[in-house]
T-cell receptor, first 116, second 112 residues
């Protein structure tokens, strides 16, 4: 069974600070690592995703970094803003060539609060 | 707005009852996924349908069942409800060959 360990469970950051959320995975065969963002009362929405053939991907203030040897990928939010306050989930897709559909296995989530 | 719609938004019912949650995927999406989100279990995959057929099953209880209709909308049926079934239920859809899942706004189920 896939395991996705996400930390921390909650995070409080001052406006302008850097928020860092980590995810550890077990299997190296995955080909896609997404991060989802969920605001209260809404469904999750894809924030940013990375493939393991690159070590870093940046979109605006959001950066995913991927450490294959440590089996870890991280989300960095630079210049964190109060509007970034949400719950963030990392996720793993099924193993490639596994006829088990395309469902996602989510980490436990990180509740981020950015204080003004 | 993701383009995925779910009804109802809220549902309050009693233990032992049966409810049906409805999901309409984005136009053109053939895959529908159901997830359960509770405080202590996070987001858990329940079941996936692709073009009317079951594709994958997760931690779905035997009391729960789902189906996808020819017009591609899907229904999740929850029966013999227990207090622990209280949760948010999300539906998501994807386009063939695309990893991104688009989530609906969810149905909040409260079992009293």
């Amino acid at each position: 069974q896939q395991q996705v360990k996400q930390s921390p469970q909650s995070l409080i950051v001052q406006k302008g600070g850097i928020s860092i959320i980590n995810c550890a995975y077990e299997n190296t065969a995955f080909d896609y690592f997404p991060w989802y963002q969920q605001f209260p009362g809404k469904g999750p929405a894809l924030l940013i995703a990375i493939r393991p053939d690159v070590s870093e991907k940046k979109e605006g203030r959001f950066t995913i970094s991927f450490n294959k040897s440590a089996k870890q990928f991280s989300l960095h939010i630079m210049d964190s803003q109060p509007g970034d306050s949400a719950t963030y989930f990392c996720a793993e897709p099924p193993l490639p060539n596994n006829n088990a559909g395309n469902m996602l296995t989510f980490g436990g989530g990180t509740r981020l609060m950015v204080k003004p | 707005d993701s383009g995925v719609t779910q009804t109802p938004k809220h549902l309050i019912t009693a233990t032992g009852q049966r409810v049906t949650l409805r999901c309409s995927p984005r136009s053109g999406d053939l895959s529908v996924y159901w997830y359960q989100q509770s405080l202590d279990q996070g987001l858990q995959f329940l079941i996936q349908y692709y073009n009317g057929e079951e594709r994958a099953k997760g931690n779905i209880l035997e009391r729960f069942s789902a189906q996808q209709f020819p017009d591609l909308h899907s229904e999740l049926n929850l029966s013999s409800l227990e207090l622990g079934d209280s949760a948010l239920y999300f539906c998501a859809s994807t386009t063939e060959g695309n990893n991104e899942q688009f989530f609906g706004p969810g149905t909040r189920l409260t079992v009293l």
